[in-house]
């Protein structure tokens, strides 16, 4: 049977600004429309935030990362500024006895090798 033992904490932060471009702020809402902006710069900046957390559990030389848990907020000195967190652990497999109690899955779980 094999199991996971825990490795490390692993954390990758990023913290972006969204300039508001031409007529339109990520503050006004716009009639029925994506601020696209906006939108892509949270996706790019969960991404980054990601592999942060990943290139960590590599460099600790774990082969997956559980309990994954995210955060986004904006940062109180500029509205146009906001924070992306992952935290989780990384783990990595091991052998165990066959009597050892299962576990239930915990949040998250990211693979290593995926890349």
Same mark, same amino acid.
């Not at 094999?2 to 990758?12: D, H, T």
């Not at 290139?55 to 924070?83: C, L, M, P, S």
């Given at each position: 049977?094999? $199991?996971?033992?825990?490795? !490390?904490?692993?954390?990758?932060?990023?913290?972006?600004?969204?300039?508001?471009?031409?007529?339109?702020?990520?503050? @006004?809402?716009?009639?029925?429309?994506?601020?696209?902006?906006?939108?892509?710069? %949270?996706?790019?900046?969960?991404?980054?935030?990601?592999?942060?957390?990943?290139?960590?559990? %590599?460099?600790? $030389?774990?082969?997956? %990362? %559980?309990?994954? @848990?995210?955060?986004?907020?904006?940062?109180?000195?500029? @509205?146009?500024?906001?924070?992306?967190?992952?935290?989780?652990? !990384?783990?990595?497999?091991?052998?165990?006895?066959?009597?050892?109690?299962?576990?239930?899955?915990?949040?998250?779980?990211? !693979?290593?090798?995926?890349?």
């Amino acid at each position: 049977m094999i $199991g996971f033992r825990p490795v !490390s904490l692993v954390i990758g932060n990023c913290v972006y600004h969204v300039a508001a471009q031409g007529n339109y702020s990520y503050q @006004k809402p716009t009639r029925n429309g994506e601020l696209e902006q906006y939108t892509q710069a %949270i996706y790019h900046a969960r991404e980054l935030a990601m592999d942060r957390m990943q290139a960590e559990a %590599i460099n600790d $030389g774990a082969t997956g %990362i %559980i309990g994954v @848990k995210f955060t986004e907020q904006a940062r109180h000195w500029d @509205k146009q500024v906001f924070e992306f967190l992952a935290a989780g652990t !990384s783990v990595t497999q091991v052998d165990t006895p066959a009597t050892a109690p299962a576990m239930a899955p915990v949040g998250i779980t990211i !693979s290593l090798d995926d890349r």
